[in-house]
């Protein structure tokens, strides 16, 4: 039975002229406020010449101390946070925590080999070929180019040297890759377990669509990977992690002292709105647990196109966690691109590009009206890629 006219689509090879447009607006919009916010102050060096202190800071230090052959130090707050007060120069009145497991500490190392700035824009642009090349595989052409130059938390992560680019960029790859290259997929899943929160729905997607040898591959990746940490560093810095862990938790999102009205997540618009922890809880649970049923029957029916799972994931994944950043919604861009993919292989649906564009808008607000525009980012992706399975069922 075909669909309806009023949302049949047909293959469309290039994007509409008005979204090429928009796309490219976006970019010359990311170059211009990185280059402002560097000529007055807002990036690596303050109107003074001093410092800017961001998270970025937090790798830097770690990776010190990782370098001096204390890296347990990295766990010990006040302690990390004095070393952040010696590589500023001056007392910035805060603190960045390191809540990372050990083996990112490599990462670290290596960053903190270089003088504090270069590093931190070196970081920022190193992960951020990665990421672009990821957006392209992702979107199955060279569109996927300019969608990664456009992505409406490029700035936000590149100002605060965040990890936004690398954790797009191993989604990206994994997803693309899964199919074809499912050993490498699960090695791209198994890094990724260095912000494990992001990773909540792979093992359900990868089990639900029999994927085992990328699920094998995941979990020897992330083993191979503390083995290697535990030489390098000892069984310490695990411990010291496994002991911090309910203390990052309670900071964070029990107590919400790390600015929870600038997450993206169910969790916490409703700790902003004044609502009780247990009922904040309560609502993340019941969306997440909502998700991952969602994400079984997607992945587990042989009747989806690939494009439509790795969107749905994509999407889910925005959602399903509790902890997320402006600068985690970098990620935003992977689901993105597979819908254009689709799109442009089997047609858009009407008014989907303008959803799109509205999603990449509703991110990039957020700087200007300090509300989880993000959340309404994810929700609005994911009610894109649910009229999508919709109209699949209907053309059964």
């Not at 060096?45 to 970025?56: H, K, P, Q, Y």
């Not at 377990?193 to 699920?215: S, V």
């Not at 994810?378 to 649910?386: D, E, K």
């Amino acid at each position: 039975m075909p669909l309806p006219d009023a949302t049949s689509p047909a293959p469309t090879p290039n994007l509409p002229k008005w979204f090429e447009l928009f796309l490219f607006a976006f970019c010359v919009a990311n170059v211009v406020w990185l280059i402002t916010a560097l000529l007055t102050g807002s990036w690596l060096w303050d109107a003074t010449g001093r410092l800017i202190s961001t998270d970025f800071l937090n790798v830097y230090a770690a990776g010190k101390f990782a370098l001096q052959g204390a890296p347990v130090s990295a766990y010990d707050w006040p302690t990390h946070q004095q070393l952040e007060i010696q590589i500023l120069g001056y007392d910035f009145g805060g603190y960045y925590g390191w809540h990372y497991p050990p083996f990112y500490l490599f990462v670290a190392a290596a960053l903190a080999t270089l003088p504090y700035a270069v590093a931190h824009a070196g970081w920022s642009a190193v992960s951020f070929l990665p990421f672009v090349a990821a957006v392209r595989a992702s979107a199955g052409s060279n569109t996927g180019y300019l969608l990664a130059l456009s992505a409406p938390a490029l700035v936000a992560n590149v100002l605060v040297g965040q990890n936004g680019f690398l954790t797009a960029a191993l989604i990206g790859f994994a997803l693309a890759f899964l199919e074809k290259r499912p050993v490498l997929a699960g090695v791209c899943f198994g890094l990724l377990t260095y912000k494990p929160h992001f990773g909540i729905l792979f093992p359900i997607a990868l089990i639900a669509a029999g994927h085992w040898r990328a699920f094998v591959a995941a979990g020897a990746t992330a083993i191979i990977l503390a083995l290697l940490s535990i030489l390098a560093y000892g069984i310490e810095p695990w411990l010291a992690f496994a002991r911090w862990l309910p203390v990052t938790s309670q900071t964070f999102l029990s107590e919400g002292r790390a600015e929870i009205e600038k997450m993206q997540s169910l969790f916490a618009l409703l700790r902003t709105l004044g609502a009780a922890e247990w009922v904040a809880w309560s609502g993340q649970i019941a969306l997440s647990g909502a998700i991952a049923v969602a994400i079984w029957l997607v992945w587990r029916s042989r009747e989806y196109a690939y494009e439509l799972k790795a969107a749905a994931l994509g999407a889910g994944i925005l959602l399903a966690t509790p902890y997320i950043y402006l600068y985690d919604m970098v990620t935003i861009t992977i689901p993105i691109a597979f819908l254009i993919a689709l799109g442009m292989s089997r047609g858009f649906l009407r008014y989907e590009i303008a959803g799109i564009a509205a999603v990449m808008l509703l991110v990039a607000i957020f700087p200007f009206v300090k509300l989880p525009v993000g959340l309404a980012a994810s929700l609005l992706l994911a009610a894109l890629v649910l009229r999508r399975l919709q109209c699949h069922s209907a053309a059964r």
